[in-house]
């Protein structure tokens, strides 16, 4: 067992001589072997200090997230190595056209990706606004690859955002599902809180990834610095975001593997509305530990998806080709490449 | 390359035998009252727990088996009555 999941909100952690019990009130309702176990994520649950203990002893990296799938926080082991490579990334995202190169290769592949997805789409449901939206998208990536100053390949990554998501409900085949746009910080509908949950698990995998080859995943360049929030790890997931997440979280709906009747809408216990209506449109959206499960369990068979790397050839998975990237994230920071190359989804 | 074993033991004291499944309930899963499955153990994982489990026990009385199993013996599991088919997934989820 590499990673465990807890995805019961209101249970909490208890440790039984060299394995950790999954506790709801006195009923033990799973057990984790902690031999072996690399990462543990746990949605709404929390932990004894024992455990706390034991953890970082172990050095398991662990993931706490609300209940709706948002980052809340890590426990990490900080490792004091590669002090090279920091002081490279702290060099290179400190020089300002250095900064902006990297940024407008990320936006840049992510905007190419995303259109080559939607034009895809289009051609196999036959919507003119999907190929529209896409063409939109292809300009502003040739728009972004000229851009030299920082506040623009911003803007021009938004831009491109909002279009994306504005026709995203074509992407959505099944019946009661409804998408008007990306909210976030608490996600207000299904689809939402699906996507909101994927990119938290993808920007984790990026942040091992990153954390493995030793560079500092708190300071980016696209992403600003703000506290607590691993920037680089958010540069860098950018370019997965379409194509790992969107259609993992998609290929649930359009299958009929998660239906509307999957999610339990909650009350915020903080209420920060005008008025009732307010709070009401505010209210997070949660799946039902079934689904959850469920998720989860596609969502690491997906990672485990086989594929072939387009820069060495071999085969890899989802998972080894975000490794991958960081490596040669790496690489172009020592020195060692010309640039930084995204992985090109667009020419698959 | 981790490896997928059996470990059943035979203990006759009590105390004894509880130290024991505490120490295999950190390595893998207990599956019959004295059957433990360990899906995951490295060459180095299993040495270790041999160690530990030797120290535990009384060399007059009792024994403890670990049995290796391939893919191929893991896909040709069979089965009468409770339980499930053993798993090596790399993730759990409660």
């Known amino acids: 067992m590499e990673r465990y999941y807890v995805l019961e909100p209101g249970t909490y952690l208890r440790k039984d001589g060299e394995s950790l019990l999954v506790m709801r009130g006195n009923e033990a309702v799973g057990r984790v072997p902690l031999e072996g176990l690399e990462q543990l994520v746990l949605v709404g649950s929390s932990l004894s200090g024992a455990v706390v203990q034991e953890l970082v002893r172990r050095r398991v990296e662990t993931v706490l997230l609300s209940p709706w799938g948002q980052f809340r926080g890590r426990l990490v082991v900080d490792e004091h190595k590669h002090v090279a490579r920091r002081k490279a990334q702290y060099l290179a995202f400190s020089d300002p056209r250095q900064a902006v190169h990297i940024a407008r290769r990320i936006v840049q592949a992510k905007l190419k990706s995303g259109a080559r997805f939607l034009s895809r789409r289009a051609g196999e449901y036959g919507l003119m606004a999907l190929r529209k939206t896409a063409a939109q998208m292809m300009g502003l990536a040739r728009m972004v690859a000229v851009e ?201 | 390359m981790s490896m997928f074993y059996v470990v059943c033991f035979d203990i006759s004291d009590d105390r004894t035998r509880y130290r024991v499944a505490k120490v295999l309930k950190g390595y893998g899963y207990r599956v019959q009252k004295s059957v433990f499955e360990c899906p995951r153990l490295t060459e180095k994982k299993l040495l270790t727990l041999m160690d530990r489990v030797d120290r535990l026990i009384d060399h007059t009385t009792d024994t403890v088996r670990f049995y290796r199993q391939c893919e191929a013996c893991l896909k040709s599991f069979e089965h009468v009555g409770l339980g499930l088919t053993p798993e090596r997934q790399s993730y759990g989820a409660v």
């Open chain 1, 148 to 348: 030299e100053n920082m506040e623009m390949v911003r803007g021009l990554e938004g831009r491109g955002a909002h279009l994306y998501f504005e026709v995203f409900k074509d992407l959505v085949r099944a019946p009661g599902f409804h998408f008007s746009g990306r909210t976030k910080r608490p996600p207000r509908d299904p689809i939402n809180a699906l996507l909101s949950f994927v990119y938290t698990l993808l920007t984790n995998e990026v942040l091992t990834a990153v954390k493995i080859v030793g560079l500092d995943p708190y300071l980016g360049t696209l992403h600003t610095e703000e506290y607590g929030r691993p920037s680089l790890a958010c540069d860098l997931v950018e370019e997965w975001r379409t194509h790992l997440g969107d259609r993992l979280v998609l290929g649930l709906i359009n299958r009929r593997v998660v239906t509307p009747e999957d999610f339990v809408e909650r009350a915020v216990t903080a209420a920060d509305g005008v008025d009732e209506e307010d709070l009401r449109a505010h209210r997070p959206v949660e799946m039902k530990p079934k689904i959850a499960r469920a998720f989860v369990d596609a969502y690491e068979r997906w990672m485990g998806t086989s594929i072939q790397c387009p820069f060495a050839g071999t085969m890899s998975t989802y998972r080894g080709l975000i490794r991958d990237q960081a490596r040669r994230f790496l690489r172009f920071l020592m020195g060692e490449a010309p640039t930084y190359e995204p992985f090109p989804w667009w020419t698959l």
